[in-house]
């Protein structure tokens, strides 16, 4: 199967691109993104594998969040306890194999960073991020561990929001659908004189939810999802700009706490979620009138709490003998941080070569709680990293042959107020991209990431023995891709290969029968991504686009190096990544018709997890490694606008259909996604 894919992909490639005797350039590779060197540049100068999703594309998910977008680029996303319907507790992304099967809510234990235009948002949860105001995203496949620092082994997630820019303009929407969804949104925007404002807030709420089986999930409702993003600035003297930017996100609702087998015995064991974050930066760019010299700087603080509360409900009839069919508490867990962080960049761009020194400083302070009957754990701890880095680029045979190299040196300290873990980390980077036509790119790319422990698994607590010689998790990736925009095709392959060290796990320690967190060699990786673009209409001289796509990501190898060491490791596989992720269908756009439309189809392959519903887990309190088989859900999202009022704006019907043959599949052993499903709004658009 995955041989027929790969050739199928290659065959597409070669067929899709025109002769190359009257070759017409397409735009994509001159794309402006801002991730990759944090400064502006085109993805023709970009050496690392990277995906831009604008607005228009984020608009056509099903989910319209986070998840559902990456879900679409061929991104493991994950929930425990929850799909990508859910609440949004517990959900992470996976890229290129690293990831959490425990999830964390805080980005400083992420494998995956996600950022908010640049800054850290102190928040480990996919989720729990407003999507209101958004421009683009900027994705990075790859450790990026000199441009962001520790989290990032597997890549970066840029969030970019909206400036506002022209006349006022506006949008609002009502919307109601299965499981008694109903959502209402808006959206401000405008500049004038110097100032500008974006603002985007929404509201959402759903009940339980019903699988493929017509089994009503009790305890997967959200009472509240709701969310603020708002940028103001002012802009002067040409190229300058002081800016203000605050997004907020809330979520309050219900994990279930069982299978869906399961929930008909403990149909009342689940948890409550109550979870928000926000966060401000202050911000300024500039640059000299030949913007040979730019510069920026921003200030950011932020506030994130995570409580839930545990019911356990207890079955006369099972194992877990005598206790009411009513729920009683079981766990509380809860946790706060505070994060500030402060960044600077100055960049000189000269016709031949650019430098960028850059300074970041980030700090967080906090305390996680959990009690359980009679036992109660306090961990309190702050960490710091200081940071500085240097990125530069030479540009050669007129731009055709870039260059690129950086180097970071990080100074990290977490305390627990007692005790005090340092270390320090120097990571450096390099990649080459030539350009021998202009619709072609080849690149090649070596970086390195890491992450560093946290309290708990460093100064341990509880039942969890401290280990101070922990030593950074990290890794290195070499990766090798071409990049095609030629006509009215484009397309992406790459393929990579990592070495994963230092992996920490938790063992048992016997005598005295506790846990301590230590190091493992790690594990090996390696897979190819691959996207294909293609608009079949245009190419035709239509007015209209027929656009087929493909997004591909196989994992190829993820091996552990330590199998069967301890039980909590799976026999030979990285835990819970998926062997291979496609999403494959087709986007139809009539601006004749006022019409668009996409069909998608998203395959969610095979993995190791652990299956904690095993009826052996209740007698050995070792939940056996399964192999959970992979399945297919397909979307159907339209956009009709049904009436144009001139100057006094429009109306338009959106729907979306999730699921639409009805899957039985689950993203977890026993998690299974919501059935078929659909939601339908109303939307009205207006500019002065």
């Given at each position: 199967?995955?041989?027929?894919?790969?050739?199928?992909?290659?065959?597409?490639?070669?067929?899709?691109?025109?002769?190359?005797?009257?070759?017409?350039?397409?735009?994509?590779?001159?794309?402006?993104?801002?991730?990759?060197?944090?400064?502006?540049?085109?993805?023709?100068?970009?050496?690392?594998?990277?995906?831009?999703?604008?607005?228009?594309?984020?608009?056509?998910?099903?989910?319209?969040?986070?998840?559902?977008?990456?879900?679409?680029?061929?991104?493991?996303?994950?929930?425990?306890?929850?799909?990508?319907?859910?609440?949004?507790?517990?959900?992470?992304?996976?890229?290129?194999?690293?990831?959490?099967?425990?999830?964390?809510?805080?980005?400083?234990?992420?494998?995956?960073?996600?950022?908010?235009?640049?800054?850290?948002?102190?928040?480990?949860?996919?989720?729990?991020?407003?999507?209101?105001?958004?421009?683009?995203?900027?994705?990075?496949?790859?450790?990026?561990?000199?441009?962001?620092?520790?989290?990032?082994?597997g890549g970066v997630i840029n969030i970019i929001t909206k400036l506002g820019e022209g006349p006022l303009t506006a949008h609002v929407s009502v919307g109601a659908g299965s499981f008694d969804k109903d959502e209402e949104k808006i959206s401000l925007s405008a500049s004038h004189q110097g100032f500008d404002f974006s603002v985007g807030a929404s509201r959402t709420s759903f009940g339980d939810f019903t699988t493929a089986n017509g089994n009503v999930w009790k305890h997967s409702r959200v009472d509240e999802s709701s969310g603020i993003d708002a940028d103001v600035g002012y802009s002067f003297l040409d190229t300058h700009r002081i800016g203000l930017h605050f997004n907020h996100m809330k979520i309050k609702g219900e994990v279930p706490g069982w299978t869906e087998s399961l929930q008909l015995l403990y149909p009342d064991t689940f948890s409550t979620v109550d979870n928000y974050v926000w966060n401000s930066t202050l911000s300024?760019?500039?640059?000299?009138?030949?913007?040979?010299?730019?510069?920026?700087?921003?200030?950011?603080?932020?506030?994130?709490?995570?409580?839930?509360?545990?019911?356990?409900?207890?079955?006369?009839?099972?194992?877990?003998?005598?206790?009411?069919?009513?729920?009683?508490?079981?766990?509380?867990?809860?946790?706060?941080?505070?994060?500030?962080?402060?960044?600077?960049?100055?960049?000189?761009?000269?016709?031949?070569?650019?430098?960028?020194?850059?300074?970041?400083?980030?700090?967080?302070?906090?305390?996680?709680?959990?009690?359980?009957?009679?036992?109660?754990?306090?961990?309190?701890?702050?960490?710091?990293?200081?940071?500085?880095?240097?990125?530069?680029?030479?540009?050669?045979?007129?731009?055709?042959?870039?260059?690129?190299?950086?180097?970071?040196?990080?100074?990290?300290?977490?305390?627990?107020?007692?005790?005090?873990?340092?270390?320090?980390?120097?990571?450096?980077?390099?990649?080459?991209?030539?350009?021998?036509?202009?619709?072609?790119?080849?690149?090649?790319?070596?970086?390195?990431?890491?992450?560093?422990?946290?309290?708990?698994?460093?100064?341990?607590?509880?039942?969890?023995?401290?280990?101070?010689?922990?030593?950074?998790q990290e890794n290195t990736t070499i990766e090798f891709g071409a990049d095609v925009s030629v006509n009215h095709f484009s397309g992406s392959v790459t393929y990579f290969i990592s070495d994963f060290k230092n992996k920490f796990i938790s063992v048992m320690v016997a005598p005295p029968n506790v846990m301590q967190f230590r190091n493992l060699k790690g594990a090996d990786l390696a897979g190819l991504e691959l996207s294909l673009n293609y608009d079949i209409a245009g190419a035709l001289g239509q007015d209209y686009s027929i656009r087929p796509f493909f997004n591909l990501t196989w994992m190829s190898k993820y091996e552990n190096k330590d199998p069967n060491v301890v039980v909590s490791i799976a026999p030979d596989k990285m835990p819970y990544t998926v062997d291979m992720l496609l999403s494959y269908g087709l986007n139809f756009d009539h601006p004749g018709l006022n019409l668009s439309a996409r069909l998608i189809a998203n395959y969610y392959g095979k993995s190791y997890v652990q299956d904690w519903y095993d009826d052996s887990y209740f007698v050995t309190y070792v939940a056996p490694w399964v192999h959970k088989e992979g399945f297919t859900v397909v979307d159907f999202s339209f956009s009709k606008r049904l009436l144009d009022m001139g100057d006094k704006g429009n109306l338009s019907l959106e729907g979306q259909f999730g699921?639409?043959?009805?899957?039985?599949?689950?993203?977890?052993?026993?998690?299974?996604i919501p059935g078929r499903n659909f939601f339908l709004s109303l939307s009205y658009d207006f500019w002065s």
């Open positions: 199967m995955r041989r027929i894919i790969v050739s199928l992909a290659l065959v597409i490639i070669f067929w899709s691109v025109p002769s190359y005797s009257q070759p017409q350039s397409g735009g994509y590779l001159d794309i402006v993104v801002v991730t990759a060197g944090k400064t502006l540049e085109t993805l023709r100068e970009v050496t690392s594998n990277i995906t831009v999703i604008d607005s228009e594309e984020i608009d056509r998910t099903a989910g319209h969040n986070l998840l559902s977008v990456l879900a679409e680029q061929g991104i493991q996303t994950y929930m425990f306890g929850a799909t990508n319907y859910g609440t949004g507790a517990n959900s992470t992304v996976y890229m290129r194999g690293y990831g959490q099967g425990s999830m964390s809510f805080s980005e400083v234990n992420a494998f995956t960073l996600i950022l908010l235009n640049g800054h850290r948002i102190n928040n480990g949860y996919a989720n729990m991020i407003n999507m209101d105001n958004v421009e683009r995203v900027e994705i990075i496949r790859g450790p990026t561990a000199v441009q962001y620092g520790p989290s990032s082994l300024y760019t500039g640059s000299t009138s030949d913007e040979r010299l730019s510069w920026f700087a921003n200030y950011t603080t932020s506030k994130s709490n995570f409580d839930s509360d545990g019911f356990y409900d207890p079955n006369p009839n099972e194992p877990f003998a005598g206790g009411s069919r009513y729920p009683v508490p079981a766990w509380y867990d809860g946790s706060n941080f505070d994060m500030n962080q402060i960044q600077a960049q100055l960049t000189y761009d000269h016709p031949i070569f650019s430098l960028s020194p850059g300074f970041e400083h980030v700090k967080y302070k906090g305390n996680a709680l959990y009690t359980s009957g009679s036992y109660a754990s306090l961990t309190k701890s702050e960490f710091k990293d200081t940071a500085g880095y240097l990125l530069a680029k030479l540009k050669l045979l007129d731009e055709k042959l870039i260059i690129s190299a950086g180097g970071r040196y990080d100074s990290f300290e977490l305390s627990n107020y007692t005790r005090a873990y340092r270390t320090t980390k120097f990571t450096p980077s390099f990649g080459i991209a030539y350009s021998p036509i202009p619709y072609l790119k080849l690149r090649a790319n070596y970086a390195s990431g890491f992450s560093v422990p946290n309290a708990s698994q460093a100064f341990g607590g509880g039942t969890t023995l401290p280990n101070p010689d922990l030593k950074p699921n639409v043959f009805n899957s039985n599949g689950a993203y977890n052993r026993g998690v299974t």
